[in-house]
Structures are given as C-alpha cells and as structure tokens.
C-alpha cells in the first residue's frame, strides 16, 4: 500500500473539484426530492464497494478475507437496496395531470 | 515482496487504462445522476445513470490485479447474498418507515468503509507512510462511528430507543475525550504505524462515540443528524480512496459528502441553528418552563360537523402535515379529503416546512406516496406570501413549525425558527390528539388564537369523519 506523493496531489485535485462540483449540482436538486436524494447519495456511498471486491478477491489472509466478505455482502446490501428505494420513491412523484388519469380509471375499475 | 507485486497494477499497462476509463465512465455516470436529480423529470433518469456507473465501477474493478480464482467465487457469492438481502430492503419497506431505514441503510456502509480501512492497514503495516496513516486512521472513526450513530439513529425512529434526548452534566467533555484518545492514538501511529495493538482502540473509541454522539439527539433533530451522518459516509468512502490511489472512490466520497453537508446546512436553516447547538444542544430539554408560562387564554373545540361545513365551504385550503401525520399514517385519508374538497369546487394546497418529519423531504415521499401530485405540494418560502389569501389552514401533526411565538418570543427555544405563517388565514383547524406540547416542549399560542379551531382525534380518524361531512353533506343537498 505505497501511495505515491504524486497521487496525493491528484487524489486532492480530485477530492477538490468534486466536491465543488457535488456542492453546486446537488444545490439544485429542489427540497421536494430531499429523501430520493438521501437515498440515492446512500447508494453512492456504498462505493467502498470497490474497496471491498479487492479486499475480499485477493485472500491477504483469512481474517481478511471474512471482513472482506462482511464488507461486501454489508455494501451490496447498500447499493441494491438503495437504487431500488430511490426508484420506488421517485416513481410515486406525479405532476397533476399524470395523476388523474390513472386516479379516474381506478375509481371506474373499482365502482 | 513477491506477493506485493502481484497486485501491483503497471500504470501504463493496457489493463490499468482499461480500468481507468471505466471508472472514469463510472463517475461522470454519479455526477449525471446527481445532475438529473434537480428535476422530478428527469430523476428517474438519473438512477440509470448512477446504476450504469456502479455497474462500470464493479467491472472494473474486477479486472484489478492480485484476485484469485477462489476469490472471483467468493466475490460472486457474497454479490448474491447482498441482493438476496438488498432487494427485499429495498422494495419491502413502506414509505413511513423511509427515515430508519435511512439509517439503517448508513450503517452497512460505514461497516463495509470501516472494515476495509481495518484489512488496508493490517496488510499494508509497517511500511504505511504518514499522510497515508493519518488518512487510514481517520477513516476508520469515521466508518465505526457512522456504522453505530447510524444504527443508533435507526433504534431511535423504529422507536425501539426512548426518542427523548438524553443529556447528562459533562456529556461533552466525555464526547471531546472520547474523540481525543481517538486522534492521540492515530497521531501516535502516524509516529509509528506498527502500533497494531493501537487500532482496536481507535475502533473502540469511534463506535462508542458514534452512540455518544447520538444519545442526546431527540426526534425533531433527527433529520440534521442523518444529513451529517450521510455527509460523514460519503467523507469515509473519499479518505478510503486515498488509501486505495482510488480516484473514483474519491469523486463519489465527495459528491456524497457533499450531499450530506447541503442537506444538513438546509436543516439547520430551517430550524435557525447552528450545527454545535443540534448536536451539543439537547432541544427538548432546554427550558421546559417556557412553555409554564400559565393560561394562554382559552382554546375553540370544533366539531366534525362544524369543521367539515367551513371546509366545504372554503375556496382555498391548506393543509400542514407534521410527524404526526406520519405516525398516524395518515396521508392517504389526507388525499382522499382533498379530492373530497376538490369535487366540491375547493382547491387544496400542501405547505411543507422543510424541517417536517424525520428526514429531509419527509413529507414530500409521504404525500407522493398517497398519490398527491408534487406541483400541489408548495414550499415554505412560496407558500407564506399566500397565507392571507387561505380561507382554512388544517394543521396535521404539525406543532413547532406553525407555533408564531418563534417570531417573538425571545425565551423560546424555537425562538428565531422560520415558521409558516399559518396565523394569517381566516381560519386555522388544528387536528391534535390532545393539548400536549411539540417537540420543543413548548406551548403553542396558535392554539389560543381567537382564528383557531382545535379538532381533538386521532389524524386518521379525524380525517375520515371529516370526509363523511364533506360528502355527506352534498348527498343531502342533491337529495
């Protein structure tokens, strides 16, 4: 695990610049899709994900290797699981007109 | 040494520019995701795209050095087992019980950030430079405090933990030491990172700060602290991507951080406090002889009959949903009224408070749920310009965010808190269990107002009376 110096500085110009990007695209995002918003960044963040695959794959050890399987398994959970929540939520969201038709048919069907 | 260059991955191999531009894809995948999320539209959109991008990231990690032909098993097998759990997860839980599964869904990602940082620094020690063990140090607090605050969170909205915040003399001087053995142990690896013995005692120290940190967080606080927690896992998978020379690790850390840190800042507005007062505050305990201050004067009670005849009657309507609408999962009877209201000629309007419910956007999900289209549900800033207007405001649930003494009463906890200026309608209907205080634990003067008809029941049930008048009473005029 020898981190270049160079990466370092990369690693920060990246750290920096995406946090102003996430900083000013995420602003945007308007306070009526706050909770998809959560649980879409909570699937991000399952990113480790990564980590994980490698740490798990390579067998360093056999303590590694379970918390390795931990980790996967814990961060699957997190990115399928939070994708599919986002989804389900934003799939409720209807402007007016998208709503009374569906809303006008149901009452048909059910009387 | 031998073993150490089997992982090591050439950078100017063929595989390394491969796994460079998928991640590469993966995070402008994140980014246009986060993108598309500032429109309803297009949202949906915008999971593709973050789907796409977890699927490049997956990928190309898998074409990294070093994994074994064992480990391609395992690796699919623990992928299956993570679905297998994730899938009902995610489609299982029902809309009120979004906030702890939040939650709950944090903790398994400050796990998996932890562990990681825990297998990164027991393969790589001693040879880990200063820079790099101070990161790995830090990121693992974070993901052992993320991982219990979170699940501590969790407990306290499934309310298998007292909501009450609990505060106790020096609670943060035993917060501060906590963290401060934390950060002298990691200064003391950076000296020397062959101090095994010294990270289950940083990993002790961050998950019982995680609980520390939590305990004296009451429910009404709760959606700034599972901002800042979100903010935290997002820091953890960034500090993890240093570690691991990881770019992509890095852009999705910060985007996610970042997330958090706005939702948090948003939060805090809303309540007109800082992040130190959440989190050290302890609202809700402050000063419960505020709300001692003796008769307020006198309360109206409606009737269902009464109530459901002014709202007929009404042109427009607007309904304040809080916690309790949640809890008496009463969204659905709410958009029933509403329609109810509708058929009758009266145009009905949501006003959100931004702090409402248990999470950011709590309301919003709720309403969606139920089916009330989102162009019904209205801002608070874009709301109270229309007050004056509104023949009814029916309060549901709602307390602290509708209470006016935050405008001027200056020993009020909630003192200085944006409100929605409810007082300004003709008319306000509160519909309250009983004359317990919000969460604050503070009287609320509007119940006193002389516009104010309080409508004693439980949200549902009062609802469902409501719409038996409303209907009701047009059947016996068509009769």
Redesign the interface.
């Known amino acids: ?4 110096t160079s ?2 500085i ?2 920060l110009f ?2 920096a610049l ?2 102003f ?3 000013e ?37 056999t ?3 379970i ?30 007109e ?2 009374k038709k569906p ?1 006008a048919a149901e009452a048909e069907a059910a009387s | 040494m031998t073993e150490a260059a089997n ?1 090591f991955l050439d950078p100017d191999s063929a595989r390394a520019v491969i796994i460079g531009l998928l991640y590469l894809a993966g ?1 402008i995948g ?2 246009l ?3 598309w ?4 539209k297009t ?2 959109k ?2 593709f795209a ?2 796409i991008g ?1 699927a490049l ?2 990928v ?3 074409l ?1 050095p ?3 032909s ?3 098993i ?2 699919a097998v ?2 299956l ?3 297998a ?3 009902p ?3 299982l ?1 029902p ?1 009120t019980a ?1 906030p702890q ?2 939650a709950l ?2 903790a ?2 400050a ?3 932890g ?2 940082g ?3 620094y ?3 020690q001693p ?3 200063g ?2 063990m101070a990161v790995l140090g830090v990121e693992i607090v974070l993901g052992c405090l993320v991982f219990t605050g979170s699940l501590m969170a969790a407990g306290k909205l499934q309310e298998i933990l007292p909501q009450r915040p609990f505060v106790y003399p020096g609670q943060i001087f035993v917060n501060f030491a906590v963290l401060g053995v934390a950060i002298g142990f990691i200064v003391a690896l950076v000296v020397n990172p062959a101090l095994t013995w010294a990270i289950p005692i940083i990993i002790v120290c961050g998950l019982v700060f995680g609980v520390f940190l939590i305990i004296p967080i009451g429910g009404a606080d709760m959606p700034t602290v ?2 800042l927690l ?1 903010s935290y ?2 820091i ?3 500090l ?24 948090a800042i ?1 939060m805090c507005r809303a309540m007109n406090r800082s992040f130190s007062n959440v989190l050290f505050g302890a609202f809700g305990q402050l000063d419960e002889s505020a709300g001692e201050e003796g008769e307020m004067g006198s309360i109206r009670s409606a009737s269902y009959d009464e109530a459901g005849e002014i709202l007929k009657n009404s042109r427009l309507v607007v309904i304040v949903p809080g916690y309790g609408m949640a809890v008496a999962q009463a969204q659905h009877k709410v958009r029933e009224l509403a ?1 109810t209201l509708e058929k009758e000629g009266v145009e009905v309007k949501y006003a ?1 408070h ?1 702090v409402a419910g248990r ?4 309301m ?2 709720l309403l ?2 139920a ?7 209205i ?1 608070m800033e874009d709301i109270n310009p229309e007050f004056p207007q509104v023949d009814v405001v029916l309060v549901l649930g709602a307390n602290d965010v509708v209470n006016p003494s935050a405008r001027h009463m200056k020993s009020s906890p909630i003192y200085g808190m944006p409100i929605l200026d409810v007082d300004k309608a003709a008319c306000v209907m509160v519909v309250k269990r009983s004359m317990r205080p919000g969460f604050a634990g503070v009287e609320n003067e509007l119940f006193f107002n002389e516009k104010t008809l309080m409508v004693f029941g439980d949200a549902k049930d009062v609802m469902g009376e409501l719409i038996t008048e409303v209907a009701g009473n047009r059947d016996s005029i068509n009769v």
Do not use: Q
């Open positions: 695990m020898n981190v270049s990466f370092i990369t690693g990246v750290f995406a946090g990007l996430g900083f695209t995420i602003r945007r995002v308007p306070r009526l899709l706050h909770t998809p918003l959560m649980a879409l960044t909570n699937a991000l963040s399952a990113i480790s994900l990564v980590g994980s695959l490698v740490v798990l794959g390579r067998e360093y050890s303590y590694a290797t918390l390795g399987f931990i980790a996967v398994v814990a961060s699957t959970i997190n990115v399928v699981g939070g994708f599919l929540i986002t989804d389900k939520m934003l799939r409720m969201f209807k402007p007016r998208k709503i809303a | 992982y995070a994140f980014v995701s986060l993108k999320m500032s429109d309803a949202a949906r915008g999971i973050g789907e977890f990231a997956v190309g990690t898998l990294m070093g994994i074994t064992t480990g391609y395992l690796i623990a992928l087992i993570g679905a759990i994730g899938v997860l995610g489609l839980v809309m979004m599964r939040i869904s944090h398994f990602g796990l998996a950030a562990l990681v825990i297998v990164e027991f393969h790589g040879e880990i430079g820079f790099v599972i901002a979100n896992a997002g953890s998978a960034a993890l991507g240093f570690v691991l020379s990881n770019n992509l690790l890095i852009v999705a850390g910060a985007l996610d951080g970042m997330s958090g840190l706005i939702l948003v329609d959100i931004p999470m950011p956007g709590h919003n999900v969606a749920e089916n009330v289209p989102y162009d019904a549900l801002d």
